[in-house]
């Protein structure tokens, strides 16, 4: 839920001195916080131009003020708890309550304000990705400004050159800050409603971390070796599904601030990239996908339109990152008596289990595990283990959804006839052609 810091008291105060002269400390605007990890509804426009707020998979939208014509948002960089899901919980510094931080709304030609509160140990900025800002702006510590030291306040002001989908971190010790789940994203609406408009539109940012098994803080200096893979600093079964109603245009918009890149692939679709963080596409250069590949600090948006009804899966193609921790360093043992195996550990580790003979599947696996972890692979479906963790979820289409609900709407109902199934028959051994015999009729070799 939000709540509200009536800012600050002797932070605010002592940060008055690092504001620009234009605002006085006693205007900042109060900090929302939000302590839920679901997705939360959109935040709908009361005044000025009219769009299709986006929606932030187990996220939030950051609330603003009116200021004459400037609009005021208030970010507090902090140590946060995120969940990655129901089991595991991680000390992250992120925004506002949460990491990553809230997504900033705002339209095409907007004048913005970003107070930026430092809650941290040690100094940060903050830095708008993919957006056209002054120079004074941009937040690059020790380049275009003082870093901002623990308690101090800062305040960005820019206009929103133009419309698409941009992300925020920090330029300050960035390879510490990123790693513990500093980013989050910036939508900038059309000015003209009319352009491309979508019925439903899904924002979020892609991260990874190193958290060992029976740990609860990232290692920050990991560069490959990764074990967490989130959207929005959730894994599977924690990441919340995209519900959809039968025929809406879907808009999906992926930021990707992990170490690797992701081809994102939805079942069930095809879809077009409609927008990268450095502008829309133009229609023409469009193409149907149904895989798409997002580098490390980059966007990517595609609008896929929602004509096929079911419960479709959403991930990740690099199998690895469908997996949560514990599993990089098994070895691979497919083939090896198992018998022979469970001897051998035996000796070592009476209370051992051999694994692996035969296969992972570890849907009906029940085994003890170090604290705040997760299994590689969970998740449960109306027809049993999904064995799927890190990046996957689901995307939901119904024919009987509200314009604005957005909640999960349970188990796909598949109508009589439309679900594969066991053919209890032997399957005929099918012909083959034997080596030096003539070729088949009709077959040329």
Request: charged letters at 20%; a negative charge.
């Amino acid at each position: 839920m939000f709540s509200r810091r009536g800012f600050l008291g002797s932070a605010a105060l002592a940060g008055a001195s690092a504001i620009s002269g234009r605002v006085q400390a006693a205007s900042i605007p109060e900090a929302p916080t939000m302590d839920k990890v679901v997705m939360q509804p959109p935040l709908h426009p009361t005044s000025g131009p009219d769009y299709r707020p986006v929606v932030t998979l187990n996220g939030w939208s950051l609330p603003f003020r009116m200021n004459g014509d400037w609009k005021e948002f208030h970010l507090v960089a902090e140590p946060v708890v995120r969940e990655f899901a129901e089991g595991m919980k991680v000390n992250l510094w992120g925004y506002n309550g949460q990491s990553p931080g809230p997504t900033i709304e705002a339209v095409e030609g907007d004048k913005v304000r970003i107070f930026v509160t430092n809650r941290l140990p040690e100094y940060t900025t903050v830095h708008w990705h993919g957006m056209i800002v002054p120079s004074g702006m941009d937040g690059v510590g020790g380049l275009n400004q003082p870093h901002i030291e623990p308690g101090r306040t800062f305040v960005y002001e820019f206009e929103m050159k133009k419309s698409g989908t941009f992300m925020y971190h920090p330029h300050s010790d960035e390879m510490v800050q990123m790693a513990m789940g500093m980013m989050g994203m910036v939508v900038v609406h059309p000015r003209d409603p009319n352009f491309r408009p979508v019925d439903r539109d899904y924002v979020f940012v892609m991260s990874t971390y190193r958290v060992d098994p029976g740990t609860y803080l990232p290692q920050v200096n990991e560069m490959t070796d990764f074990n967490m893979w989130t959207w929005n600093s959730r894994v599977f079964p924690g990441i919340d599904p995209l519900p959809v109603r039968l025929g809406d245009k879907v808009r999906v918009r992926i930021g990707n601030l992990s170490m690797t890149n992701h081809p994102i692939h939805l079942h069930g679709h095809s879809f077009a990239v409609t927008c990268t963080d450095g502008g829309w596409v133009p229609e023409s250069a469009q193409y149907p996908e149904t895989t798409t590949d997002v580098p490390v600090g980059a966007v990517r948006v595609f609008d896929v339109l929602a004509d096929n009804p079911g419960d479709w899966a959403f991930h990740c193609h690099k199998s690895h990152h469908t997996m949560n921790a514990m599993g990089h360093e098994v070895r691979n043992l497919i083939g090896v008596s198992r018998k022979d195996l469970a001897k051998a550990v035996g000796k070592l580790a009476p209370d051992g289990m051999a694994m692996g003979s035969t296969g992972m599947a570890m849907g009906n696996m029940e085994m003890p595990a170090p604290d705040n972890t997760l299994p590689m692979m969970t998740g449960t479906g109306q027809f049993g283990p999904i064995e799927m963790g890190g990046m996957f979820t689901v995307m939901k289409i119904r024919e009987d959804l509200a314009r604005d609900d957005y909640r999960d709407p349970g188990p796909y109902k598949f109508p009589q006839g439309t679900v594969a199934y066991e053919v209890t028959a032997p399957a005929a051994e099918p012909a083959r052609q034997e080596p030096g015999s003539p070729p088949m009729k009709n077959m040329k070799m």
